[in-house]
């Protein structure tokens, strides 16, 4: 019993990988995207862009109350998830996604 489990064990690997019948389809079928195709208008744009501009300008003010008020360090992290969303959509934005 133990003597047939370990010899499948360390039976060899086939040959070839089974892949299916992808292989056999011409290569007018088979589709590779070659890039980023716009899911996004000019009005979305325009609108990342105002809410990326709202967010830098929201925590450039809150950074700014942060520091004149001598807060914690650690108060500072709002200020940052501001500016991580106003990259978020700016990025967006101009990748047009």
């Known amino acids: 019993m133990y ?10 690997p086939p040959a070839a990988p089974d892949i ?8 007018q079928e ?3 995207g070659t890039g980023c195709v716009p899911n996004i ?7 990342r862009y105002a809410g990326a501009a709202v967010a830098i300008v ?10 004149l008020a001598r807060q914690p360090a650690t108060d500072l992290l709002s200020p940052c998830l501001l500016f991580l969303l106003a990259a ?10």
């Open 3 to 12: 003597a047939s489990v370990r010899s499948a064990a360390l039976a060899a």
């Open 20 to 27: 299916g019948d992808t292989m056999d389809r011409p290569a």
């Open 30 to 32: 088979v589709h590779i």
């Open 41 to 47: 208008g000019p009005t979305g744009r325009r609108l």
């Open 58 to 67: 929201v925590g450039l003010v809150a950074a700014a109350q942060v520091i």
């Open 88 to 97: 978020f959509g700016f990025f967006q934005a101009r990748e047009k996604t």
